[in-house]
């Protein structure tokens, strides 16, 4: 079946924009992962939804940066007025239930912020 | 809070050695583990995983981890290396409750002909 999608795969902006970058989960799974991915930083964790709810948000760097998720499926990650600190890959993960061991994770997207 | 620690950012190995990549974790209470690879310009695949059932466990493309309590190890082998398994290869523990997962810096294999 289809695994997570995640579009644009690359993304480039400039500084002080704001960009959206978009999830497609796993059909069927409540779960859903936002990771960040870069040099310096290693995999980051950022923020998790169960359903539509985010019990978990403690990894979001600024208040700059938010995210949602509607209808249980799909979700948006929204960063403002971007830095060049935020060039990265942002990954999503998807998985049964937040408590269900096994998250499967997309090709994620490419941030270069210039 | 927990952590994973892997040894070595960086292993190189020949073609039809072993393949040894270490993790070591710290948690408070019994944990989820996982080994992840990622190829380049891909996301993250499960390789194996660990839910306190067998402490051998087997995974994708002749990968195993062995859990050792004692040691607070995790650590990933393969008795032959290929060179399709040249990849960044990252562990992890489940954070307790479940949710996010906490990685280790990832440890990049190269293989040589």
């Known amino acids: 079946g289809a695994g997570v999608s995640q579009s644009p795969s690359n993304k480039v902006t400039e500084k002080g924009k704001d960009v959206e970058l978009r999830c497609d989960p796993i059909s069927g799974h409540t779960a859903l992962y936002w990771y960040r991915q870069s040099l310096g930083q290693g995999l980051e964790f950022l923020i998790y939804?169960?359903?539509?709810?985010?019990?978990?948000k403690s990894g979001l760097p600024s208040d700059r940066f938010s995210a949602e998720r509607t209808g249980g499926s799909v979700s948006t990650l929204t960063i403002q007025r971007t830095q060049q600190e935020d060039s990265a890959v942002y990954l999503c993960?998807?998985?049964?239930?937040?408590?269900?061991?096994?998250?499967?994770f997309g090709p994620g997207t490419r941030l270069t912020v210039l | 809070a927990q952590s994973v620690t892997q040894l070595g950012s960086h292993v190189s190995v020949s073609e039809g050695a072993l393949v040894l990549l270490r993790c070591n974790y710290s948690s408070s209470v019994p944990p989820y583990l996982f080994w992840y690879v990622q190829y380049p310009n891909q996301g993250l695949q499960l390789l194996l995983k660990?839910?306190?059932?067998?402490?051998l466990v087997k995974g994708i493309n002749g990968f195993e981890a062995e859990f050792k309590k004692s040691e607070t190890s995790f650590h990933l082998t393969k008795p032959s290396a290929h060179m399709s398994d040249a990849a960044e290869y990252f562990c992890a523990v489940s954070a307790v409750g479940g949710g996010k997962l906490i990685f280790g810096q990832g440890t990049e294999l190269s293989v040589k002909p």
């Open positions: 660990y839910t306190s059932a067998a402490t």
């Open positions: 993960a998807s998985s049964i239930h937040f408590r269900t061991d096994t998250q499967y």
């Open positions: 939804f169960q359903g539509n709810s985010a019990p978990d």
